[in-house]
């Protein structure tokens, strides 16, 4: 089944998440895929145009729409061992809530129409 994915998960999941990934091969199969999946596109780059202003990464907020795409079993399970790694170190910030809320409390964000998370809603 699909799940929507708004920019700012996008982004968390391309630059935090994925890159710490382990497991099987096909476990890593299943993330490089995802990996390629959840990245943005030439078009949307340009259309997003995203600037680095310090540390933080901007865009333009107008044209940002969440995207569906598929989230395989072994890819959630993949994001989630990551995320409780990150937990049991101590390594967790505020920014990584609306991806621990998806991926290990099973609730999926309810997108605003800005494209930014809303109260998630339990699933299951």
Sequence with gaps: ?????????????IQ??????KGTM?????????????????KEREALAF???G???KWNAEVAQPVEMECSPLVKVAVR??????DKAETLDRSLM???ERFVDGK???????????????VG
């Design 1 to 13: 089944m699909a799940e929507s994915f708004t920019v700012v998960e996008r982004l968390l999941l």
């Design 81 to 86: 061992n990551v995320l409780k790694a990150m």
């Design 26 to 42: 096909e476990m890593l199969r299943a993330i490089d895929k995802f990996a390629l999946e959840v990245g943005f596109g030439p």
């Design 16 to 21: 935090v998440v994925l890159p710490q990934a």
């Design 108 to 122: 999926v964000p309810q997108p605003s129409p800005d494209g930014t998370p809303k109260e998630p809603v339990a």
């Design 51 to 53: 600037k680095q202003e």
């Design 55 to 57: 540390n933080q990464i």
């Design 98 to 100: 609306p991806l621990w």
